[in-house]
């Protein structure tokens, strides 16, 4: 007569397998979403990084840095603290999560300084 443990064991043969497979596809959906947010946070503080970088040029008359443009007015001639400049940076991230349509979100950031520094 077999042991009742024994045959209890075989008939879970492969649940193991089963849950596996069935775990696995979430599992790396939520760990490519993981992966896909940080990468977007990044480039967003790349971008506010590049709109500071270019509001600090436009307000000591420099050249922008590329992806960034003046909104509103610019920085007059001679230094004016009463004055100040806009300036805004827009880059793009693709984001891309397995078993999900891929789309382009635009990232725009607006950074405002004192002209003359």
Not at 34 to 58: E, F, M, N, P, W
Not at 96 to 101: A, D, K, L, V
Request: aromatic fraction near 6%.
């Amino acid at each position: 007569m077999p042991h009742p443990l024994r045959s209890r064991a075989r008939r879970d043969d492969g649940v193991v397998a089963l849950e596996f497979v069935l775990l696995v596809p979430a599992l790396l959906i939520v760990l490519f979403g993981i992966v896909t947010i940080a990468g977007l946070y990044a480039s967003v503080v790349q971008t506010t990084g590049l709109a500071r970088d270019g509001a600090r040029s436009a307000s000591l008359r420099l050249s922008l840095p590329a992806k960034t443009a003046v909104v509103g007015a610019a920085c007059p001639a001679t230094p004016d603290p009463t004055k100040n400049v806009t300036v805004r940076a827009t880059d793009t991230y693709l984001v891309q999560i397995p078993f999900s349509p891929s789309f382009t979100k635009t990232i725009t950031k607006d950074v405002t300084m004192r002209c003359g520094g």
